[in-house]
Nanobody, 123 residues
């Protein structure tokens, strides 16, 4: 199994930005797909953004135009750039890798998960 470690969450005011890295324990170019999920207090975990090995990206409607997912193959790191943050973006953000067969890009069927990093947006 690939180990995933998220970091650089934090507290920002509305309109601010954050960049979340997720370091993987193995070569990410061997992974078909990686994604970011988030879970707000009292809500279910939801898919935010996904990227496949060929660079195809998928975004949740709620974050299109405000968040960008990317990979750095040299550093084995997945990133999520969060811009124009709003209080409703508050939650624990998780990195995921290697979806099970027939899992949609933003579906929950990923085999490997990180421990998460907290993002808090104040108004």
């Amino acid at each position: 199994q690939v180990q995933l470690v998220e970091s650089w969450g934090g507290s920002v005011q509305a309109g601010g930005s954050l960049r979340l890295p997720c370091e993987a324990s193995e070569w990410i170019d061997a992974l078909y797909c990686m994604a970011w999920f988030r879970q707000a207090p009292g809500k279910e975990r939801e898919g935010v953004a996904a990227i496949t090995r060929d660079g195809t990206t998928t975004y949740a409607d709620s974050v299109k135009g405000r968040m960008t997912i990317s990979m750095n193959y040299n550093l084995n790191t997945l990133y999520l750039q969060l811009d124009s943050l709003q209080p409703e973006d508050t939650g624990m953000y998780y990195c995921a890798a290697d979806p099970a067969r027939r899992t949609p890009p933003l579906g929950p069927g990923y085999r490997n998960w990180g421990q998460g990093t907290q993002v808090t947006v104040s108004s």
